[in-house]
């Protein structure tokens, strides 16, 4: 068993980087030899996250920096998503299914809604003119529990 082991990754905001971050975060959380459908959890709240940064926070201006940290704690991943953007001028209402800012680029408006269902925790920090943390957290089911 794995405790509080971290990482933290820092990158520029450029779409080009979503995929690279999602199988970052899934190598290090294999470590916990998560089932199938929890990694594919993971893998899509982080390309969620990401994207949200990338297009939102920093309106697609690539000289951003994202950061992802991950921490092990146990049986527990806590993962956190920042940038340094704009921030989110009303988050009630950017956590609203179907919600989206950018009607144009065919987004769903389900980032949100998709963090939330997928994630056993999620906490969301913003400021306008300063940026947005996701907090994420999943336990990830033991193989142990799942055989008895």
Known sequence: MVSNNFMKLEFASRSENESFARVAVASFVSQLDPTLNELTDIKT???????????HGYDGNPDGIVT??????????????????????????????????????????????IME???????????????????????IETKKALYN
Do not use: W
């Open 45 to 55: 709240v982080i390309s969620e996250a990401v994207t949200n940064a990338i297009i």
């Open 68 to 113: 992802i940290t991950c921490e092990i704690e146990d049986e527990t991943v806590h993962i956190s998503v920042e940038d340094n953007g704009r921030g989110i001028s009303d988050l009630e209402q950017a956590r609203q299914p179907l919600y989206t800012t950018k009607p144009e680029l065919e987004r769903s408006g389900m980032g949100f809604t």
């Open 117 to 139: 269902n997928f994630m056993d925790r999620l906490e969301v920090e913003t400021e306008p003119g300063r940026g947005t943390s996701i907090r994420m957290t999943k336990r």
